[in-house]
């Protein structure tokens, strides 16, 4: 059984409608990781999907993945989450250290929510780290 049919039955798939950026950026990941089977089979994703390797430089580095749990005021950002959770958190941090009221605040958090979709373990911490402020 190979890789691929063992993490597709473990109900992994998807790779088939991924973007150039996505793939590209696992296809990194795992370069550093070390293992040349997964990145054969990243090169095969993007070369079956019709698409080229992406320069690094091309891929927005907010959209990489924390490479381990980072520890942010009193909540942590998990390891895996996109490195734009972990700004935002800290934009909201610096907001309530420079003393915003909490009602800017809370605007601003569904501001950016509306922008950035799957920041929700953020606004959570910074919503709860707002209520223990008031």
């Not at 095969?44 to 749990?69: A, R, T, V, Y």
Request: net charge neutral; charged share 25%; glycine share 8%.
């Amino acid at each position: 059984m190979t890789k691929l049919d063992k993490k597709r039955d473990e109900g992994r798939s998807g790779w088939q409608t991924a973007s150039a950026e996505t793939l590209t950026q696992m296809l990194i990941e795992h370069v550093q990781k070390g293992d040349p089977v997964d990145v054969a089979n990243f090169c095969m994703m993007i070369h079956q999907n019709g698409f080229s390797i992406l320069s690094p430089e091309s891929i927005d580095p907010l959209s990489w993945k924390l490479p381990c749990d980072i520890k942010v005021g009193h909540g942590t950002i998990a390891k895996g989450c996109r490195l734009s959770t972990l700004v935002l958190r800290m934009k909201i941090l610096y907001s309530i250290a420079v003393d915003k009221n909490g009602a800017e605040v809370v605007k601003e958090i569904g501001r950016l929510r509306a922008e950035n979709e799957g920041l929700e373990i953020a606004l959570a911490a910074a919503t709860k780290t707002i209520g223990e402020i008031k």
